[in-house]
Each structure stands twice: as C-alpha cells, then as structure tokens.
Nanobody
Framework: QVQLVESGGGLAQPGGSLRLSCAASRIIFSIYTMGWYRQAPGKERELVASITSAGRTNYADSVKGRFTVSRDNMKNTVYLQMNSLKPEDTAVYYC??????????WGKGTLVTVAS
C-alpha cells in the first residue's frame, strides 16, 4: 500500500519559516510528479507547488518567491521550504504523488498555522 507521510507542520509566526517533508513508500518515487496542496478552512484544496520527475517546478502565484519545492530521489522525499510566512498560509498541507490517473496518491496532511 502506497504511503505518503507528511511532517514538519506546526505553528509559525508571521515572517517565519517552516520546512515540510513528505516521505513516500511503495512507489517508484523518481518517476512521479510530487506536489504540495493546501486547504484552508472553508476553502477548496489548491495547488501550492509541484516538482516533476525531471525537476521542473511550478508554484502558485501566492507563494512564488517565498516557497521552494525540492525532492531527494534517494530518500523518496519531497520538501517544501516555506519562508516569509503569512497568516493566509494557514492551512492543512497535503502531499500528492501523481503519475497518471490510476496512480495518484495523497497523504493525510499536516497543519500549518501562521499566527503571532
């Protein structure tokens, strides 16, 4: 059974930083596009950042210049470095692994709260 396990969430002050990690198991990690999504209370889940198997990255406009997605194929792990955090970044952050429509997996999420 495929597992994606997020970690690194918690409370941060505005302007602070957090680093999320997502460890994947039971998939050929290197061929998957890995993504970070978030869902704030009362809002739909949205893409935050993604990184393809070739290392190409994509970011939501709201996080460009503040967040960085990276991957370590040797460790089967994807990261999201979040800097200059804002209260509006508060959400549950989910890890996603996508290869095709039949191979699309989600983690259970990790809560990020940005408050002073």
């Amino acid at each position: 059974q495929v597992q994606l396990v997020e970690s690194g969430g918690g409370l941060a002050q505005p302007g602070g930083s957090l680093r999320l990690s997502c460890a994947a198991s039971r998939i050929i990690f290197s061929i998957y596009t890995m993504g970070w999504y978030r869902q704030a209370p009362g809002k739909e889940r949205e893409l935050v950042a993604s990184i393809t198997s070739a290392g190409r990255t994509n970011y939501a406009d709201s996080v460009k210049g503040r967040f960085t997605v990276s991957r370590d194929n040797m460790k089967n792990t994807v990261y999201l470095q979040m800097n200059s955090l804002k209260p509006e970044d508060t959400a549950v952050y989910y890890c996603n692994a996508n290869y095709d429509s039949s191979h699309n997996y989600w983690g259970k999420g990790t809560l990020v709260t940005v408050a002073s």
